[in-house]
């Protein structure tokens, strides 16, 4: 009987000392701001002196909510700290430049077209833009593309010129893809060119556009199978499903820095940055599928359309590319290739910031 009330008050005291921690637990999470409640659920504890510097500027931004947290939130539910009421709104309300359609057609400018889409859809892109400006051979414009500038140097050359050109300005359209801007070092590039640009009384207006990242995945594999000269089919498929990245890129790292490699940089704050650039300086994101790129154009600068219509035929995927097929292992590998290298998370963040896109939220809640 001793025995036993001995082991009662030791479970007993075992569970006072428990549920005591858990209080005080329970209340230091609480006591803290809601941005302190982000760097938590990040497992980032702000007072560690070990904390790189961008990683703690990142913990004091606006939350961009990345899957792992979309998913914390969603389970939290409409209401409470960290639930979905108390986390979008925030998302919603960050600050980016917009255009202001009370002032459409401007009248002179430079429009800046940032994509790395590939294959023949990013092709008719370039097409397009071509064939309008021709069409419209009165407006004075004039179309600078990064590929065809052989290198970043001759590209950013031409962009100077534009900024140091005397006399009346008319339109100019840059396209930067390929030997084109690394929006991690060249935000500098386009503040000048806005500046000037306004100085002139003329608009610069840039864009960018992102694809869906497993479509992007798909398009990419397709060019780099198509530009491989010695590549077996056999061989290529077997590097892509073992989970090697040789032949992988994302986009996320050749808008920043595009150097046609993978970048090994922390990818929360490789999110970051991608959204503050696109903040501070787009005036349009746009996403491959959801936005006609060429009806903001049309809008922007009041040209017409040589077909007579805003749109663009979007290219559609073949599973079969030569040889070579798409495979369920293969999927599989880009979806962990884009979680790993932050395309994931940056796409979820474009569809929240940019489109207010509260079904994708409760949609994906099982991702």
Known sequence: MIAKLIIYAALFTALAILISSTARIGLAVFSVSTGDNFALLNGVNDNEEDVPNEQQEYNNDPPILPINQRKLAVKNGEKGPQGVSDVLPRLFELPRRSIDSTKLPYKCGVILIQHH????EGAAIDDW?????????????TYIASADSGSKEAFLAHINEQIEMNGDFYWTVLGSGKHGLALASDGDVLRRLRENMEERGCQLMAMS??????????KQTKQMFAQCKDCDVTDFTKKLESGSDLYW????????????EIESYDTKVKVKNA????????????????DDFSKEILKVTGWKSPDGEES???????????GLRYSKQMVKQYTKFDARNGDS???DALNHIYYNDLAFLFNNENR
């Not at 556009?209 to 798909?218: G, H, K, N, R, T």
């Open 275 to 290: 959204i503050t650039t696109l903040r501070e300086h787009y005036d349009l994101v746009l996403l491959d599928g959801k």
């Open 249 to 260: 890129r994302g986009q996320l790292d050749y808008f920043l820095y595009n150097t046609g």
């Open 129 to 141: 833009i071509r064939g309008v400006i021709d069409y419209n051979d009165d407006s004075g414009a």
């Open 117 to 120: 889409i590939p294959g023949h």
């Open 345 to 347: 998370d940056f796409y």
């Open 312 to 322: 663009l035929a979007a290219e559609v995927n073949d599973m079969e590319i030569g």
């Open 209 to 218: 556009m992102f694809a869906e990242p497993l479509d992007y995945s798909m």
